[in-house]
């Protein structure tokens, strides 16, 4: 039986998820809180995953999480929103995901209080709002559970997510051959162009192109509030190491070049979470509790 929560490998990404942000409310509560909830994640239809506060407050450690880091550079800000809980709700009905959403919040009270929803969804069949298809270079079957998956106790595996608001009108105002030069991929046929500029996405991010090589797993979803849309980029690691290097060459951190998506879009939350293992179809917060 798999000892990790199945829902971050699923494909496609489901057509419809929600993802709850908790805040932290009471440290006395929180053992309780989180004994309920083991009994309703199953890792699958529900992934969750827990902030360095949550951690902090059960008086554990884990070396390798930190709270998500506010970085600036180049003109560009990237936001540190860092909550305490964050779970993913993976269906295809949204009726069925807000009943949910209740008796998660229900469960967590009074511990922790839900303080941010987003409702995101499968656009085509796995596409960024631009058209641009998305999660084409993640690696798969061994390579994925390699990418993802900690080896070391207590074992689980290490999440990034950002809510990015994009400017769709303006994106696709520009020719097309600069749409796929900020990407540094045809929209017509998502091949690489060889000839993209050093600010192309895929050039910014190439996996291999890292010292040690920075592979994820990314699982991002579109998604829409109000007048806003955008993506939840959702990357999992087993160190979010890995993530942090792309997003610092991203902003140009490592050589002064921006990436092309900045002229679109804008980061506006991030957050770092530890996702625990999975034992019988049940999360295993031996390492927390
Ligand atoms: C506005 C937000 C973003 C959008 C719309 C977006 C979209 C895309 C698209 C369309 C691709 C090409 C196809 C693919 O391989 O998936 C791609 C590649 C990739 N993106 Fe993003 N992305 C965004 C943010 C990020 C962030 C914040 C990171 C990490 C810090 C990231 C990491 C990657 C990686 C690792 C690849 C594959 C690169 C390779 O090895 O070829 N992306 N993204």
Not at 198 to 210: I, L, N
Request: hydrophobic share 40%; net charge negative.
């Amino acid at each position: 039986m798999s000892k990790y929560q199945t829902g971050i490998l699923a494909e496609p990404v489901p057509p419809v998820a929600r993802h709850l942000f908790f805040t932290l409310e009471s440290i006395e509560h929180l053992p309780a809180a989180l004994q309920r909830l083991t009994a309703l994640v199953d890792g699958d239809a529900t992934v969750v995953g827990f902030g360095i506060s949550v951690l902090q407050a059960l008086e554990t450690q884990l070396l390798k999480l930190r709270a998500f880091p506010a970085l600036s550079a180049n003109g560009l800000d990237i936001p540190s929103t860092q909550h305490a809980v964050w779970c993913w709700l993976r269906g295809d009905d949204r009726g069925e995901l807000l009943h949910r959403t209740n008796t998660l919040i229900k469960a967590l009270a009074p511990a922790l209080s839900l303080v941010q929803t987003t409702e995101a969804f499968r656009y085509k069949d796995g596409h960024d709002l631009t058209g641009y298809e998305d999660g084409t270079e993640n690696p798969v079957e061994q390579a994925a559970i390699d990418a993802v998956f900690d080896t070391q106790a207590p074992g689980g595996t290490y999440a990034a997510i950002q809510h990015w608001v994009h400017d769709l009108s303006g994106f696709k105002s520009l020719p097309q051959q600069e749409q796929d030069h900020i990407f540094g991929r045809r929209l017509s046929d998502n091949e690489e162009l060889d000839d993209a500029p050093e600010s192309a996405h895929v050039k910014r991010t190439a996996q291999e192109d890292f010292t040690p090589e920075a592979f994820v797993v990314r699982r991002s979803m579109p998604y829409i509030d109000g007048e806003d849309a955008g993506l939840v980029f959702l990357a999992f690691g087993h160190t979010l190491d890995s993530y942090e290097m792309q997003l610092r060459r991203m902003i140009g951190l490592d050589d002064g070049i921006t990436d092309g998506l900045f002229r679109f879009s804008r980061p506006v939350t991030g957050g770092y979470y530890w996702c625990p293992p999975v034992e019988n179809a049940q999360l295993d917060l031996s390492a927390l509790l």
